[in-house]
């Protein structure tokens, strides 16, 4: 490392603002996912939109907005596809969804994705650590953030193989190894 023999990998970040009567009252950001989750037993009511555009409204447990590294988290124990972390996207994600139509989304990290909270209350949770309080009328806005994470790798490793030792993938007998 003090000789800085390592590999740079930059990582898209996602930043998040939480509206409550046109006032900003939570602001951060999330190298994984942010989430809007549920915060009784009872499911949270969520209306969707994406590039100001609507797109849904869902009964639902929560929705997870995830990042390229994300990806491999939370959103992929929920149903989600993998990501490379060069590809520059986000994963929408409705969890356990009373809808017909709830399958998780790829969209680009220019767009705007924003959640409206119909239920009484709800909790946003920023890579599970960050976590606040929502109420009827909350609406979070997601956005690509403009500072990036950088992480250092000691050797160049394919994401193809990282994916391949963390989730213990078989591939013995490809003609490849």
């Known amino acids: 490392m003090l000789e800085k023999n390592y590999i740079v990998d930059e990582r898209l970040v996602l930043g998040y603002s939480v509206m409550r009567n046109e006032n900003e009252v939570s602001l951060g950001w999330a190298l ?66 009373h809808a017909l139509f709830s399958k998780p ?23 599970s650590r960050r976590k606040f309080q929502l109420i009827q009328g909350d609406r979070v806005v997601m956005t690509r953030d403009r500072e990036t994470v950088r992480l250092a790798h000691l050797k160049e490793i394919l994401f193809t193989d990282r994916l391949v030792a963390k989730f213990k993938l078989p591939i013995e007998g490809w003609r490849g190894e």
Not at 32 to 55: A, G, K, S, W
Not at 105 to 127: G, M, W, Y
């Open 105 to 127: 989304l790829v969209v680009s990290a220019q767009s705007t994705v924003v959640i409206h909270v119909e239920s009484s209350d709800a909790l946003l949770s920023a890579d």
């Open 32 to 97: 994984n996912e942010v989430t809007v989750e549920r915060n009784e037993t009872t499911m949270v009511e969520l209306f969707v939109q994406i590039d100001h555009r609507p797109l849904s409204r869902w009964g639902c447990d929560g929705l997870i907005c995830s990042t390229p590294t994300g990806s491999t988290a939370y959103a992929f124990s929920a149903g989600g596809p993998v990501v490379w972390p060069q590809v520059e996207a986000f994963v929408v994600l409705p969890i356990s969804a």
